[in-house]
Each structure stands twice: as C-alpha cells, then as structure tokens.
C-alpha cells in the first residue's frame, strides 16, 4: 500500500482512508453493541470504546502496510 | 457561553449541610479544572511533538470546547469539525477566486462570516458552534497568508490538523477521565417528565381545574418536551445505548406531546359542558373518565412502571367501547348524543395514546432494543428574520474593520478581524448579547494580563515542558474554575481565550514584547467593536419584536394544520407549536397580561389545530364520503384558518356559521364528531375567542 495517495493532486496519507473506514466501521459496531446493550457488560464504556477503536485501527492499518 | 454543570441533589451532612454543598459543588468544578489542564497541555505537547506550527490555535481549541458534560463536548466537537472542515474549503476557495483583488477577497470573507453568525443563531443546540467555526476557520485559513497567497495551502492544512487535534485531545479526555454523564440527567428528565405526567393525569378528576392551573401545567408540560429533545440531540455523541434508541426516543417524545394535546381537549370539553349547561353529560363522561385513572394507580411501589401500567391501560381501552355503550343508553337528547360522542371518542383517543406512550417508554428500559419504529422529527421554530438582523450586524462589523485595515495599513489588523470573527459568532447566540460581551471583555483583558506576567516573569527561566507547565499552570486554571461559577457568565471563557491566545506558545519560545502589546491591543480592539456592534444594532432574541412575531406564527401554526400536505403533519404541528410556545414564553414575565394571552392562544391553536389536522385525515382516508360533505367541511377549517390568520369579530361569525353549517351536512359520526369539537372550541368562554362571542340567546347555544 502507498504510504501517501494522490486526491486531485493534493498528496494525503495513505492511513487516512483507513482511518475513515474504520470510523464508519466503529459506527456501526456501536450501533449493533448500542442495541444490543452489551456495553452495560464493561466496566469503563468509553474507555472500551477508545481501545476498540485502537484494535481496529491498528490492525487495518498493520495489515495493509505489510 | 457559560458553562455551568446542573446542580443535583446531595446528601446533606446532618451538621452542616450548606458545608456538604458547597464542597460538592467545588469538587466537580475543581475536576472540570483538572480535565480543562490535562487536556490543554496534553494538546499543547502533542502540537509540539507533531511541530505544528502554532500549537495556541490546538490550545485555544480545547479552550473553547471543553465543557463539564462530555456529551455537551463529544456533541460540540462533532459539529466544529465539520464546521472547521467546511470553513477551511471556503476559505481555499476565496484565495484561489481573490489571489490579488484584497477589497473584493475582504468582502466575501465579511459576507461569509456573517453568513455563518447568522446560521449560529439560527439553532440553539451545539449546531450553532459548527457555524462559528466555519466562519472562524476560514477567517483563520486565509488571513495570515493574505500577504502570501502561494502558502495558503500549507496554511490551511495546519490550522486544520491544529483545530483537528484540539478537538480529538478534548474528547478523549472529557470522555475516559472522570466523565460526567449527560446521560444520567437525561434519564433523571425523561422518568420525572413521565411521573409528572402520569401524575398530573391520574390526580386530574376531568373537568375540575381552573383553567389557569391548566395553562401553567402545559406550560411546564411544553417544557419538558423542549429540554429533552435538547438533550436527546447531545446525549447520542455520548452513548452508544441512547443513540441505538434515539429514533424511539423521539417517537416517545411525539406520542407524549399526541397524549397532552388529547387530555387537555377533553379537559376543556367537559370543562365546557359543565360551564354551558349540560352537567349530565359532564358527568357522563367524568365516569367515564374514572377507569383510566384507576388503571393508572396499581398502588405506590407500581406507580411509576411503565410496563405496569402499560399492561393496565391496555385492559381498560379494550373495556372503554362497551363502557361507551352503557353510558350512551342513559341520554336522550339530540344535542346531549353528540357533545357525549364527541368526549368519548376524545377519551379513547386519550387512552390509546396513553398505553401507546407507556409502552413505548416500557421498551426503552430494556436493555436490547427489538425491532424498528416509525421515524419522526422533532421540527424547530426557528426564527428567520431574527437571524438576518444577526447576518447584517456581522456583515457591518467585519466589512468595517476590513476598510479600517486597508485604508490604515495597520500591521495588527489581522488579529482584530479574528477575534471579530469569534466573538460576533459567539455572542450572536447568547441571550443578552451586550452584557456577555462586557464579561467576555473584563475576562478576555485579564487573561492577557495574567499571560503578560506569565511570559514575560515566569517562563523566561524554563527550558522543558513541565518548567513551562510549571510557570503557567497557575494562572491557566483560573480561567475553567471561573466558567464553573454561574454568576460569572462569560468571564471564565474569555479569560482561557485571551490568556492562550496571547501566550502563543511556540517551540522555541519567541520574546518580543512591542509584538505582544501591539497583538493584544489590536485583539481588544477587535472584540469591543464585536461588542460594541450589539449597542449599535441590537439582538432580537427576545425582544418584543421577535415575540410578536413567532406569537404570529403560532397562530399561524392553526392556519397549517388546516391547509399544509398531511404527510407528516401532526408530529410537525405538535413538535413546532411547544416549540414556539417555549421560545415566546422564556421571554414574557410569568404573570403577566402577555404571558397569560400566550399561555391561552396556545391551547386554542394545540386544540383546533389537532382537530383540523384528525378531521382532515378522516376526510383523506374515507372516499364515500359525499362531495357535498367534504366541501362544507374544508370550507369550515379554512374560515377557522381565517380567524386564526387575524381574528376580530366578523370572521369568528363567519367561522361559527361554516362550523355550524358542516355539522348540519355531515351524517358520518367521526366526521360530525370533530366538527363539533371546533365548535365548542371556538365558543369557549374562557379562550381568546371569548371577546368575538356575541352575548348568549337560547337558539344560538342549543341551535345544532
């Protein structure tokens, strides 16, 4: 994957797709977790919701820059 | 914009309580205080760390969006990024339109600005700070590189990813460290607007309140519906779990409003009855009336459970038609047959929204949400002339300073237009504009003081980090401790912009006091002329103008429920009336004439106008209906949306006489039913139409 992309000639990250599509990724995670009402099973919900993020984040971006 | 965490209740210290208080007062705005620091120097070292450029535009960031609730900031800093996202394109595209024309490029930006002002007073939830950073970003993107139009790009994608990180850095904190739920209140509001309600239901023996305690329990009723939906809209940035609900929780909301609207006309019908001479039908229909509040009193422990009660008021909708029957059997009279028609299907309409009501908020509680409901919206009054008045002040106040600072050369004038900028969008939304900008003013001046001494006493000696989190610390936190104190609004959020923004931390570190103090008389001079632009062309927001203004369109509201597209009509007629009620009256003295003629005006047009609206569904859903009938009855709503539109005597005649002439044509029951219900609203002695009702004759009261 290239470390920078073209968007009409303006040079941006390449992780910052990623990043979008994981945002849209925990949207709708927390929407199925929200209905689902399994946040009530953690002790710390934002703080789960941030190292959620983190994990998928990390993981997309790992997985695509090797 | 003051910052004031809602007082709850604290257990008091059986010796001293004013002392348990007031300490747990001070512990919450003293944590607010350590996340306001925390967040601030968090962002300021990473801006460092990242070599932004100017970490103070991340620091003023945080600044301006920490706020004690982290729904209040996850919901702010939604909205300026994309207010930040949208102003910095703007400000891009009016550099590569105006490279070299400066009046014209000075111009638009004057015009966007006071576009974006405008906007902000346009909506009264955090939607407004989106629109004061669209303004502020762009202002910000474009104007220091007005001299260098080629490095406007690299400008603009700084001052982004600086804004950009404030935001992440304040949210992260606000929401991990110590976070003060918004959603606790929210749920603490929405079960006491549901005891309230069922209270006030179950306690009312139909018919029996004045009006006037009526018109105060609507009143505080309207208001419940107004500030949960405010928090609704802050609180899914939040909570996952209340975002899953939010389509349920505003489907509540409507129903609740639907339920309101129906007990308070049946309330005033019998009302009615019992007033103008037929108390056997009163009574009829206050019997009836009586298995529902039994239904709704399943002893103290169950009182309050929807689920309970959900299941009681269902048992007593399906026994309310054979109730109906054996009630009807007892009355003879023509007359007596209709007005007790009329109330019981009032009733069972009242009934059915009840249980749906409770219901809906029983399968809130749950802890999964199953299945999906109807989508709704909760529609604003907002006020559109006001907000122009706000684009106009804002338009004068920037394309000024922008000829002052091209006439004049003045090195500064770059300072004077953002600070400008901020505060005309800042202050534009505020209640009472000038005295805000006064606070705002006193604080602002002393931040700059204080950050005077900081860098110029303090901070030479420091060589890292801590030594300069050391040096400032002190006076920073100042500033978040006073945004806590209520008596102080504006003060403290000045004071945190001023004292950062003249800090202007770099890495290295510039000392160059005649830039400071010619940067800091500029940015005063900036904000006195925001200012001082509310003493020239003063806010509307509350002024007698706009409130007889928005009263128009509340009466107007009765004129739409009669001729608007039905699609979706009565949740926007209940939502936008509470609504435009809700504004007019924050601004009315309690008490007084014209809260009193409001409070009256708004039940009238809440009970006309639901009636137009279940009239005119019943028309659209029924074609073997006779053409005859269906002309008669439209041609009453639109001479009662006549008398709504300017009422006075001859077009409450008019109207009466259509009425009548309707209820004569139609032979179907629902039909006949609500027409009859608009006739008695309109002949309510005790409504606004009481002065256009010619003095009683026998064959006008007992004439349909």
Redesign the interface.
């Known amino acids: 994957m290239p470390h920078e992309i073209a968007i009409y000639g303006v040079l941006v990250p390449g992780l910052l797709p990623v990043f979008l599509l994981c945002l849209l990724l925990m949207v709708l995670l927390?929407?199925l977790?929200?209905?689902?009402?399994l946040?009530?099973q953690v002790w710390?919900?934002?703080?789960f919701?941030?190292a959620l993020f983190v994990c998928l984040f990390g993981v997309a971006g790992l997985l695509l820059i090797h | 914009m003051s910052v004031v965490p809602a007082i709850e209740s604290v257990p008091a210290s059986s010796r001293w309580p004013w002392l348990a208080e007031f300490l747990a007062g001070e512990w919450r705005a003293w944590i607010f205080v350590g996340k306001s620091l925390l967040a601030i120097y968090l962002a300021a070292w990473l801006a460092m760390w990242l070599q932004l450029e100017q970490p103070s535009t991340t620091m003023i960031t945080v600044s301006i969006v920490m706020h004690p609730h982290s729904g209040m900031v996850l919901a702010k800093s939604f909205y300026r990024a994309i207010g930040t996202l949208a102003g910095s394109l703007f400000g891009l595209a009016l550099m590569s339109l105006f490279p070299q024309q400066r009046e014209l490029f000075l111009l638009s930006l004057s015009l966007w600005v006071a576009l974006c002002a405008g906007g902000a007073t346009l909506y009264r939830n955090f939607m407004s700070y989106g629109f004061v950073l669209a303004g502020y970003t762009a202002a910000i993107v474009t104007l220091p590189a007005i001299n260098n139009p080629l490095g406007v790009f690299d400008s603009a994608v700084m001052r982004v990813s600086e804004v950009l990180l404030g935001i992440l850095v304040a949210a992260v904190v606000s929401d991990l460290v110590w976070p003060e739920r918004l959603r606790l209140l929210l749920r603490q509001s929405a079960q006491a607007q549901f005891n309230l309600f069922i209270d006030f239901v179950r306690d009312s023996t139909a018919g029996n309140m004045p009006r006037e305690q009526m018109e105060h329990a609507n009143l505080a009723l309207a208001r419940a519906a107004v500030r949960l939906e405010d928090m609704r809209a802050s609180v899914i940035f939040e909570d996952p779990e209340v975002h899953a609900r939010s389509t349920r929780m505003r489907l509540l909301n409507q129903r609740y409003m639907a339920a309101v609207t129906s007990f308070q006309s049946l309330h005033h019908l019998i009302n009615r009855l019992q007033r103008g001479g037929s108390p056997s039908v009163a009574d009829a229909l206050i019997a009836l009336y009586r298995p529902l509040g039994s239904a709704l009193s399943p002893g103290l422990a169950q009182q309050h459970q929807s689920a309970v009660l959900a299941a009681r008021l269902d048992g007593c909708v399906a026994q309310l038609p054979a109730q109906v029957a054996a009630m009807r059997a007892s009355l003879t009279a023509p007359l007596a047959l209709l007005e007790f028609d009329t109330g019981a299907a009032l009733l069972q309409r009242f009934a059915t929204e009840l249980r749906d009501f409770a219901a809906l908020e029983g399968s809130l509680r749950e802890a999964q949400v199953r299945g999906s409901v109807e989508k709704v919206h909760f529609k604003r009054g907002n006020d559109v002339p006001g907000a122009l008045v706000g684009v106009l002040r804002t338009f004068l106040t920037m394309a000024a300073l922008s000829a002052f600072w091209l006439a004049s050369g003045w090195p500064f004038g770059v300072s004077a237009m953002l600070l400008a900028t901020i505060f005309s969008g800042l202050l534009a939304a505020s209640p009472n504009p000038v005295s805000a900008a006064m606070h705002t003013f006193y604080g602002y001046a002393s931040g700059m003081l204080a950050a005077f001494v900081v860098v110029y006493v303090l901070l030479p000696g420091s060589n890292d980090f801590a030594s300069l989190i050391g040096a400032s610390a002190g006076f920073m936190l100042i500033g978040p401790y006073l945004s806590t104190r209520d008596t102080l609004p504006g003060v403290g959020a000045g004071y945190t912009l001023g004292f950062v923004y003249i800090l202007a931390l770099k890495n290295p570190m510039v000392y160059d006091p005649a830039h400071f103090l010619n940067d800091g008389i500029a940015q005063v001079a900036g904000l006195a002329l925001a200012g001082a632009a509310f003493i020239l062309l003063p806010s509307v927001i509350g002024s007698s103008w706009q409130r007889t203004r928005q009263f128009r369109r509340l009466r107007e509201q009765a004129v739409l429920a009669a001729t608007a597209p039905l699609e979706g009509l009565a949740w926007r007629f209940e939502s936008l009336v509470r609504d435009l009620f809700q504004q007019v009256v924050t601004y009315t003295r309690p008490g007084s004439d014209e809260s009193r003629s409001m409070l009256a005006w708004a039940l009238a047009v809440l009970e006309s106008g639901r009636t137009m609206i279940e009239l005119r569904q019943q028309l659209a859903a029924d074609s073997r209906i006779a053409p005859a009938v269906r002309d008669t009855a439209t041609a009453a709503m639109q001479a009662i949306a006549r008398l709504y539109h300017a009422p006075d005597a001859a077009r409450w005649r008019d109207a009466d006489a259509a009425v009548h002439a309707a209820i004569a044509t139609a032979a179907e029951q629902p039909l006949r039913l609500h027409l009859y219900q608009l006739r008695s609203a309109l002949r309510d002695d005790e409504s606004p139409f009481a002065a256009y009702i010619p003095p009683p004759s026998p064959e006008s009261v007992h004439a349909a």
Request: glycine share 14%; no cysteine; proline share 7%.
């Open positions: 927390d929407m977790v929200g209905r689902l009402g946040y009530r710390h919900p934002s703080l919701r941030l």
